[in-house]
């Protein structure tokens, strides 16, 4: 196993934490325009108000599209900088509880396992939790496999 590999093992198992995030009603109409998912729950606040949820509600894939700039706000152990990151995909995304409009969310990230996939190409897979401030349940909980080059 090399040197470099060793030290980015290190961080197994240590669990970081993202910088809050405000999901708002702008976000969440600019994210229902991009993707032309406009369902009344997530864009028509009268409407959702009748709702079980009280209100608009964000997309559960507008919650895991926020991950990369969720993670970018953790601070990174020593490490090499990366020449390139590429989102290699996920292993389980579960939508737990919606994100209200107006909410904050953050990411809790730990990683699972890191493996050298090819020479200065490392493959790491991490869990994640999104966490809705003052709400018991997660926004969701995934296993996020992504891959970097140094």
């Known amino acids: 196993m090399s040197d470099l590999l060793g030290r980015l093992r290190e961080d197994i198992g240590t669990p970081r934490v993202s910088d809050w995030l ?9 994210f229902a325009d991009a993707t ?9 606040p009268v409407r959702a108000a009748a709702t079980p ?6 997309h559960g894939l507008l919650t ?13 152990p020593d490490r090499p900088m990366a020449r390139m990151g590429i989102n290699y995909g996920f292993d389980r995304v579960r939508f737990v509880h919606p994100v209200r409009s107006g909410s904050r ?3 809790a990230a730990t990683l699972t ?12 897979t991490h869990d994640i939790t999104v966490e809705i401030e ?3 349940k997660p926004a969701l909980v995934a ?8």
């Not at 032309?36 to 028509?44: A, G, N, P």
């Not at 396992?113 to 790491?124: L, N, R």
């Open 22 to 30: 405000t999901v708002d009603q702008p976000l969440i109409d600019r």
């Open 36 to 44: 032309l998912d406009r369902q009344y729950i997530h864009v028509d």
């Open 53 to 58: 949820f009280g209100g608009t509600v964000a």
């Open 64 to 76: 895991l599209s926020l991950l990369p700039h969720l993670m970018g706000s953790i601070p990174q």
């Open 105 to 107: 969310i953050r990411a």
């Open 113 to 124: 396992a890191i493996e050298e996939i090819a020479p200065d190409t490392f493959q790491q």
């Open 134 to 136: 003052g709400e018991a």
């Open 143 to 150: 296993t996020w496999l992504t891959r970097f080059m140094i």
